[in-house]
């Protein structure tokens, strides 16, 4: 039987949950939805915020032909049987038969088809295909024969090769609000008291599909839907790595604040856990270059070298031997001391920048490239400046380092 998400997926941007700032009146993805307009983009947020739907949404409302793959599973030659959809009228192949050598060439060379239909290419995961295989997307769709649109939950900026990025348009999706999540719920046709909604949406964390399964499970088990019934169906569900799941994001939380208590062996299980379950090595690295500059900082300087080395090293060897690269790295930044101050300071000086917008930068430290703006008093001696404060006016005095 289809899930009970499949089945009460929105068809169309009325029916659509959330994601106001992309979908909402006169915003870009409602515009380019509304307009037909053709084009390649990624959809980057965390599960169940709607990038499925907002794909087959797009595909429907430009008339086109929809492809869905996985870039866990998928490879070159899924990418090729659905190039080679439909009739071609004419092909750029020469008379006589290509060697085999040059198969990639002519897929690569594309036909033209019988039917004008768009060709749309969903692509979950898109950060779990390698370079040669984004590569092999790229003339597909600087062609326009392809119409990709890919689906991650990891920055794409690390993920997508820059060729292919600079090609697409990026929007990045929201997690869905509570207001969203009981909007969502009530659309399954579920009674269940205000205890257990509120349960869900807290358990569910802004994942559509979490709350909807967890309510469908619970049907199935269950007489009623109530606070109970739903710890009790939580707690007899089988619980295993879910690399787009909440044991995750559990897992991935407990590595990070056990590295940040300086509890090697609890990171190096949290470590061994995520390494066992096949977890992309390429985004445990990335979290601990993070953790190196956000927890340790100014404590331990290298420890952002240490990092970047060992993410360089998992990108060049790979599974299974980078496991020692990752646990090398986890030891030493667990054991390495700790200073949140860069990080501090940089969250406070981001309020300031939002709070008070372009404040004037001092006249004595600006750039002073040409006479007149010397003589304006540009690039002026400072030290006729008593205080040395080189903050704008509205800040002079502020500190975000204890001095």
Same mark, same amino acid.
């Given at each position: 039987?289809?899930? *009970? ?11 659509? #949950? ?12 409602? /515009?380019?939805?509304?307009?037909? &307009? ?42 090729? =049987? ?15 038969? *290509?060697?085999? %050598? ?17 060709? #749309? ?9 390698? =370079? ?5 997307? /790229?003339?597909? #769709?600087? %062609? ?15 993920? #997508?090769?820059?060729?292919? /990025? ?13 207001? @969203? ?46 606070? @109970? ?18 044991? &995750?994001?559990? +897992? ?40 190196? %500059? ?9 420890? /952002? +070298? ?32 700790? @200073?949140? %101050? ?29 006479? *007149? ?31």
């Amino acid at each position: 039987m289809e899930p *009970l998400a499949s089945r009460i997926r929105p068809a169309s941007l009325d029916e659509f #949950v959330g994601q106001e700032h992309l979908v909402g009146p006169g915003k870009p993805l409602r /515009l380019a939805i509304e307009q037909g &307009h053709i084009f390649s983009f990624i959809l980057w947020g965390t599960p169940g915020t709607g990038k499925t739907t907002l794909a087959r949404i797009y595909a429907n409302a430009i008339n086109a032909e929809f492809h869905e793959l996985s870039a866990v599973s998928a490879g070159k030659e899924d990418i090729r =049987k659905i190039i080679n959809t439909g009739k071609p009228t004419t092909t750029r192949r020469n008379a006589g038969s *290509l060697p085999a %050598s040059q198969e990639d060439q002519e897929a690569q060379a594309g036909s033209l088809r019988s039917d004008a239909r768009p060709r #749309v290419l969903f692509l979950d995961e898109i950060h779990r295909f390698n =370079k040669a295989q984004q590569d092999f997307l /790229l003339p597909y #769709v600087e %062609s326009g024969e392809l119409v990709l649109i890919g689906a991650t939950t990891e920055n794409p900026s690390f993920e #997508v090769i820059p060729a292919l /990025l600079s090609r697409m348009r990026v929007f990045v999706l929201n997690e869905l609000t509570a207001d @969203d999540m009981t909007t969502i719920i009530d659309r399954t046709g579920f009674e269940l008291p205000p205890d257990a909604r509120e349960w869900l949406i807290e358990m569910a964390n802004g994942d559509a599909r979490q709350a909807i399964t967890m309510l469908e499970n619970t049907s199935n088990l269950y007489d009623e839907i109530t606070l @109970d019934t739903l710890n009790e169906t939580l707690q007899n569900k089988f619980l295993r790595y879910d690399k787009k799941g909440e044991e &995750h994001y559990n +897992v991935i939380s407990a590595f990070i604040k056990s590295m940040r208590a300086s509890k090697p062996d609890a990171a190096m299980y949290y470590l061994a856990r995520m390494i066992e379950a096949g977890e992309d090595p390429k985004f445990i690295a990335r979290r601990m270059v993070i953790f190196a %500059s956000e927890d340790i900082g100014l404590a331990q300087p290298t420890a /952002l +070298v240490v990092a970047n080395a060992v993410f360089r090293a998992v990108e060049t060897i790979g599974y299974p031997e980078c496991s020692l690269n990752l646990a090398h790295g986890v030891a030493y930044l667990a054991r390495a001391p700790k @200073d949140r %101050s860069a990080n501090d300071a940089i969250g406070a000086a981001m309020e300031d920048a939002k709070k008070y917008g372009n404040l004037p930068v001092p006249m004595k430290i600006r750039n002073a490239p040409t006479k *007149l703006m010397k003589q304006l008093g540009y690039g002026k001696d400072e030290g006729n400046d008593p205080d040395g404060d080189l903050m704008p006016a509205k800040l002079r005095g502020r500190r975000y380092f204890d001095q």
